[in-house]
Structures are given as structure tokens and as C-alpha cells.
């Protein structure tokens, strides 16, 4: 026996109580031969049934699993097809696998002739339609000779799930500790410099990473204090949370407790809104929802309907060749002279600004102090220029007035620094302006080609060139000392 | 033989007089703290506790169009019944449960607009005043279009 600290919602057990039982002595009964017949097969004269429980995917699994004979899969078929279940043709074609449902077929499981020949089945029917009607499955499968299992799966629907309690505009919510990956609470003060902001998309500096902040009361569409909290540099409480592969901070008010909760389904009114798994009763008798993370990070956009637009894009793929389309975030930024590039924002590590004075020299290369390291800084028109000329222009030399046409730097302005991360390195990519963050299909193109940028698309109705983010890591780590002589400040 | 005669659980909204069949009715309790529930309808008040059963309660008012009641008028609920689970009604006051008789029923006048006719089974016609019956199933329905807004 194994997982019996699993536990079950009391409705739960109920149901299963019954089901259970009848396959434990289903597999005892007529699964488990004879000790004769086990020696004859070279088995232990002792059999083994295991039983097992266990969490997995949102649900609870349990296992009954014996080393008996297995089902009988010629009589099972002869028995339906005498039984008219089936057609003799269709009894051909059937998989032993299809033909193991046929236990769960109610002719067939009160046939008694059936359970002492083939030694399964009466009352599997029964087992099955008890299972599913509190939201589960039951499946069998089956080797001849070595054994049968049965699998539940019940829903997790009123199962008891350990869960953080958190409040948001006074009321509060419950998330399911499965999505949880740690909290975050930034002090007052530290809430302004510790977040960024990129028209109307917060993000939060997580060791380095940013991690897309989600205001929970603004998806729910409730006043609260969370967002004035953050822009008067109050205490700003984050939940990180996993939605399939992304990340994103949840910010909430407060974060109160973990508690064990009982999961109650909603009722027709409020079924449908994808945000809510479900619903609980809290110590004091109120009731608290269950916030849906993936749900709740699709609404908020931080991951995307991806799953559904799968099958469109393949199609959409096949019809435009040499044209690739997927959809991503980017982040958009303008170079000097005013074009409008994006680079997915996966690969960004950090947004930066330093000041124009903190720009110091490394041998030739530009370099700031950036969190007690050393920084190198490449500039954006630079990169592209030695790409576009196919090596490095030198520039005059004279510092003061920039070569730029569009776009002119304005002094005192802070630059802008785009900060990507390879392995230990880390590299700063100093941009004209930062303009926004975008989730987009975008369709590659390639009008021009051009050393280090991987394509164009439309983005926002405008084109724009996508930077090759790989070649610029590349570029610089290869990249030959000579070809570094003048690249120093220019400006 | 007198006409055969129904029972209805009556209640008061705004001023008129409701009824539903008894037999929908599951029960009658006092205000309940009710837990707002974002992104649906504005008809559902929020969820409540109903002795560890978590139900949806339906503001009838909102339901009907008649405007929300003052803050400090705490509702009532009518739980009912219905295959899909139990919801609650929020209304303003219970009456008592009356005897009907069929006789006295007609259909919603085609006059009468401005309180979601369709919410309406009929009228009945009592000496002092009309009880008005409602129909369970659209009561109890929190208008699709706005729920699946956000999805």
C-alpha cells in the first residue's frame, strides 16, 4: 500500500467507498489465481495486489494492481459477440485495449458465466458509473498472465488542496499552492526602484529576471490599494506564481496564510469565467473563490491562448511559405535613427538606465559598474553599423557631437540599457528609446537582408526589424580585438 | 369541486408582490454575508454558505431591473431548488405562503414592460392585490453574454 497520506474530501470517499472495495475483491476473487495455477505459470505461490494513491496533474490517482492472470481477452470478445454487443467483424478489429472496456459494459458484467470462465466483471459497470459521476475515470489495462490494473483518477473538484490565502480589495482569495513558487514582499521604498515600468506593464527585477507583475484587483476589476501602494512606494506584496512554462508575479494586498482547503465547485451562475477554479469556506464561514492561475494568466495576457491558436498558425504556416509566424512578446525599442526594433522579451534580462556619466572605459570598450561587476556596453547603432559595412567604421574620435542624424540624444538623458545574459556574461545593449512591450503574431519577413537582424514583421502597424539576439551574444565573444579600435566614446 | 387551487412562497421586491411555486422552494433564510465574485454578471450578488453547500445568490432586483436597494437594507434569500444545484433569490421581505386559485391566473398583460416581462409566468389575481409569479428558470439565469464577457 502506498500514498495513504493522500487525502480525500468526505463527499469523495463516499463515492469511492463502495467502487473500491469491489475492485479490491474483483482483483483478489478472479484476478489472483490459484497457488497451483500461479506455480504452474512460474510465479510465487503468493500474490500481490498493490494499491497505491497519489496527486498528479490536478487529480488523485489511484492504483489497484495485481500480479494475477489477467483478463481473458478471446473470451471476453467471443462472450460480447454472443451477447450481440458487438459484430463478429468488429470483435476482429478490436485491440485487446478496446476490448478491455468491454468489462465496463453492463451485458456483460452481470453475465456469471463470464466471471467464472474469464474470472472478471461482475460489477464493473457499476464501479464505472459510480466513478464518473463524481467527475472521474476509470480505466483498465491488462497483460495476459502477468496481471491487471485499474486506474481512478477523481477529480481534484472536492479534494483537499493546500492553498495561500491571499486579500485583494478586502475579500479574499484562495490560490493552490501546485502554481506557487515564492513570495515577494518589497519594503516601502524599495517598490519604486525595484520595479520597472513600460507603458502601463510593471515588471518586477527577480534576481536579475523580469518577471511580468500581474495587479490582482485590476484583472478582477476591483478598487484596491495595490497600485497606489506601488506608485507611492508603499509595501508591495508579490505572489510568484507558474502558469505552464512563464512566470509572473501576482500582486495582491496582503498574503495571509496557507491553509488546507476544501474545493467546492460554482454553481451554473458563475461557471464559465476561467479566472476561478472553483470556490472554499474559510474558518469564519465565508466563502473565499479559487483563484484559476491559468486562467488568470491568460486573462492578464502573460501567457497566450497558444494552445488554441496552435492549429490555426500550423495551417496558416503551410499556407505562406517561407513566411514564420508565432506568436511572442517583444520588446519594442527605437535605435538612433529612429527605426523601430523588437527582441522577444524572454531573452532580455534586465531593463536598465545609467546615467550618461557613468559610462567609463575598459580598454576601448565602453563599460559601466552594474551591480559590482563590470558591464560591457555595445550601442546599438555601432552593432548594426558593423553590420551594415561589414566591419566597424571608425568613429571620429572626438568626443562631444554625435554622428547621429535622427533621434539626437539629448544630454542628461539617461541611457537606455537593454541588459541580455549569456551564461556568466552579461552584455548591455544601449537603445535610443524604450517604446513598449507587445504580445503579437508576428510574421517574418525578410525584404533585406542584413547582418544581425534577423527579419522584419509588422508590429503595431509598423515595420519593424527584429534583432538577432544570438549573433550579437556570438558577435561579441568572438569578436577580434582589432575590430574594437575606435569603439570607444564617440560622443 | 372547488378550482384546484397551488401554494406559493411569496415575497416582496420593491414594493410588488412575488411569488414562486412552494415546491421549488428548498428554503428561507435571513441576510447571509454574501462574497462578491469579479467578471460575472452584475445580477450575481456573490456567492454564500449555506451550511458547507457554497450557492450563488441572484439579486431580484437587479434581475428585474427595479434598482438596488438602499445600503442599509439587508435582503433575504430564497433558496431554491433546481437540477443544477441549489441558487438563492435575494428579494427584500418573505410573506407567507399562500393557496391559490387556478382560476384567478392569467398570462402577463401585454402591457407590462419595464419589469423583464420574460422573468414572468403570470399574474394572479387575489382580492386586495396581484401576486405576480415568477419563472424559476429565468430568475435564476445570470444572462450569458455578460458572464462570458471577459472569457
Known sequence: MEGSETELDKTIIEAIKDPLT????????????????????????????????????????????????????????????????????????MSDREAVSLIFHPGLSTAEQISNVSGRGVGMDVVKTNIEKIGGTVDVTSIAGAGTTLRMKIPLTLAIIPALI??????????????????????????????????????????????????????????????????????VNIVVLQADDRQFGLVV?????????????????????????GATIMGDGRVALILDVMGLAQRAGVIGHERERAVADDSELTAKSGVTSARQTLLLFQEEQGQRMAIPLELVARLE??????????????????????????????????????????????????????????????????????????????????????????????????????????????????????????????????????????? | MSAPSKQFCTFILDGHYFGVPVQQVQEVLRYQEITEVPLVSSVVRGLINLRGQIIAAVDLRRQLGLGDRGEKQKPMNV?????????????????????????????????????????????????????????????????????????
Open chain 1, 166 to 235: 491571499v486579500t485583494s480589495a478586502r475579500n479574499r482569495y484562495a490560490i493552490p499552492q501546485v502554481s506557487l513558487l515564492e513570495l515577494v514582499r518589497l519594503k516601502a521604498g524599495q517598490s519604486v526602484s525595484k520595479t520597472e515600468q513600460i507603458r502601463g506593464n510593471h515588471f518586477y527585477r527577480l534576481r536579475g529576471r523580469l518577471l511580468p507583475l500581474v495587479y490582482l484587483s485590476h484583472e478582477l476589476q476591483r478598487s484596491s490599494t495595490e497600485i497606489k501602494g506601488h506608485e507611492t512606494g508603499k509595501v
Open chain 2, 79 to 151: 433558496i431554491m431548488r433546481s437540477e443544477e444545484g441549489a441558487f438563492s433569490l435575494l428579494v427584500d421581505e418573505i410573506g407567507d405562503v399562500i393557496e391559490v386559485e387556478e382560476d384567478s391566473f392569467e398570462r402577463p398583460p401585454d402591457s407590462l414592460r419595464g419589469m423583464a416581462k420574460g422573468m414572468l409566468r403570470g399574474v394572479y389575481k387575489l382580492p386586495a392585490r396581484l401576486l405576480l409569479v415568477l419563472d424559476t428558470e429565468q430568475a435564476g439565469r445570470a444572462s450569458e453574454i455578460e458572464s462570458r464577457r471577459e472569457a
Open chain 1, 253 to 277: 494586498d496582503e498574503i495571509n496564510d496557507c491553509e488546507e482547503i476544501v474545493v467546492k465547485p460554482l454553481g451554473k451562475q458563475i461557471k464559465g469565467v476561467p479566472t476561478f477554479a
Open chain 1, 353 to 491: 538606465e545609467f546615467d550618461r556619466d557613468a559610462v567609463e572605459r575598459a580598454g576601448h570598450q565602453e563599460v559601466v559598474q552594474y551591480r559590482g561587476r563590470i558591464l560591457p556596453l555595445v550601442r546599438i547603432s555601432d552593432y548594426l553599423g558593423r553590420h551594415r559595412n561589414g566591419a566597424v567604421k571608425p568613429h571620429g574620435l572626438s568626443s562631444g557631437e554625435g554622428v547621429v542624424a535622427a533621434g539626437k540624444p539629448v544630454e542628461n538623458e539617461k541611457l537606455q540599457v537593454v541588459v541580455f545574459r549569456q551564461g556568466q556574461q552579461s552584455i548591455g545593449l544601449i537603445v535610443h528609446r524604450i517604446l513598449d512591450i507587445v504580445e503579437e503574431e508576428i510574421a517574418l519577413e525578410h525584404p533585406s537582408a542584413q547582418g544581425g537582424i534577423r527579419g522584419s514583421a509588422v508590429v503595431q502597424n509598423k515595420v519593424t526589424d527584429l534583432l538577432d539576439v544570438a549573433d550579437l551574444l556570438h558577435d561579441r565573444n568572438s569578436q577580434p580585438e582589432e575590430e574594437l579600435v575606435g569603439g570607444g566614446v564617440h560622443r
Open chain 1, 22 to 93: 469491489h475492485m479490491v475483491r474483483n482483483a483478489v476473487d478472479h484476478g489472483i489465481e490459484k497457488p497451483e495455477a500461479r506455480r504452474a505459470a512460474g510465479k510465487p505461490a503468493e500474490g500481490v495486489l498493490h494499491l497505491r494513491a497519489y496527486h498528479e496533474g490536478g487529480k488523485v490517482n489511484i492504483e489497484i494492481r495485481d500480479d494475477g492472470a489477467g483478463l481473458n481477452f478471446e473470451k471476453l470478445r467471443a462472450k460480447a459477440v454472443e451477447r450481440g454487443l458487438i459484430t463478429a467483424e468488429h470483435s476482429e478489429r
